[in-house]
Each structure stands twice: as C-alpha cells, then as structure tokens.
C-alpha cells in the first residue's frame, strides 16, 4: 500500500542521515585542528550532523499543522 511504501522511504532516508553524519566525523578527525582547517573540520561536522535534526523538526511541524 502506498503508507508503507511511504513509511519504508522515510526509514530508508533517516537511516541515510544518519550514515551520512556518522560518516563526517572520521573525516573530520583526519584535519588540523588549528586554524583554518579547524574551522572548516567543526564547521563540517555541524553541517553533517544538522541534517537529520532539520529533517526531524520539519517532519515534526508538517505534523503539528
């Protein structure tokens, strides 16, 4: 039916979010920390990791409207 196929998508893409996140972090940890580089690592990681709580708060105000 067209729910579960659906509610399989979103599994399917919050399971991607999340891999993707995780996936910055030993990346990240391979930069400088110092300077630029450092910048840029934490500014990576924020980005990365901000995915999937922006997807969360726009599925959870599509809900509450």
Do not use: C, H, W
Not at 6 to 35: C, D, H, W, Y
Not at 36 to 65: D, F, H, I, K, P
């Amino acid at each position: 039916s067209d729910t579960v196929q659906r509610n399989q998508g979103v599994r399917e893409l919050q399971e991607r979010m999340k891999r993707f996140g995780l996936s910055i972090i030993p990346v990240a940890e391979t930069l400088p920390t110092n300077g630029a580089a450092g910048v840029m690592s934490e500014q990576m990681l924020r980005a990365g990791m901000s995915v999937g709580a922006n997807y969360r708060s726009a599925r959870t105000a599509r809900r509450g409207s």
